[in-house]
């Protein structure tokens, strides 16, 4: 396997996000050069990027040797294909060695930026996944198993969800090497589970009782706008349960051991590992 040896930066868009940190923290750990890409620019992203402004693409790929693409709000929205299209092609301008696309699992509209994003280049990589195991610590879900009720618009269908920490471990190595390039690794956790079953896991992490709540999407929207989700990401989300949490995503793949050589991580082992990180500890 060959592996870049280039002291140039590596571009990490979305980089301050829940996967992009964990890259980055990778990424740094490594000794490689890290430049974070932000829309306002910050200390934390000092380079002002905007997916829908591309008049400061060019000073964010300047001298990178790759690219880490998470588009937002999402791959599978109308128009992402046009802006993945124009990105990518500046990027391969640019002279950068490697693309890694962050992509959706079963999402018509993802499956086209993928399409585009191996066609600019050789050397990219797509890293394809659905539903986060730390959606339930960190993100829309976190109240709910604060609060003991996951309610959502999903009943009985299964979801092998997957490890941030897998996610960043598959991404980091693809952006340092060439051993999957012109690849889609399509990552999963190694067992479907129903909302209800990811319940009764969450309360043996807690030790305390959490249950799921399947909602009709209208309901959903309403309990996350009121809790303060900005009412367009409440109908993005209420979206994605109903385009892609209808089984078609319940098939596990062993992508994770063939690529890192270890198994994918169980979603109780997530649990009490952020049970224990104390992820679902109410403030004082």
Known sequence: MATSTNTAPVLLTGGTGRT??????????????VRIA????????????????????????????????????????????????????????????????????????AKACEDIALAASAATTV???????????????LGGVLD????????????????????????????????????????????????TEVARLLSGATDRPVEHVALTPADFVAELTAAGVHPEEADGLAWLFQEVLDGR??????????????????FDAFARRAAAAGAWTRDA
């Open 249 to 266: 995503n319940t098939a596990t793949t062993d992508t994770v051991e063939r690529v890192l050589g270890r198994p994918a991580t169980p």
């Open 20 to 33: 992009g940190r964990r890259v980055a923290d990778r990424l740094r750990a490594q000794g490689r050069q």
């Open 38 to 109: 932000s829309r306002t620019g910050t200390v934390a992203a000092p380079v002002p990027f905007d997916w829908h402004d591309d008049a400061g693409w060019d000073a964010a790929l300047a001298g990178t040797s790759a690219v880490y693409v998470c588009y937002s709000p999402d791959l599978a929205l109308p128009g992402a294909d046009t802006v993945i299209d124009a990105f990518t092609a500046r990027a391969v301008r640019h002279g950068v060695e490697r693309i890694v696309l962050l992509s959706g699992r079963g999402e018509d509209g």
């Open 148 to 195: 003991g009720r996951i309610a959502v618009p999903a009943d009985q269908v299964r979801e092998p969800f997957v490890s941030l920490e897998d996610v960043a471990d598959v991404a980091t190595l693809a952006l340092t090497g060439d051993a999957h390039a012109g690849e889609v690794l399509e990552l999963t956790g190694p067992e479907a589970l129903t909302f």
């Open 127 to 141: 890293v394809r996944c659905s539903w986060f195991q730390e959606n339930f610590s960190e993100h829309f879900l």
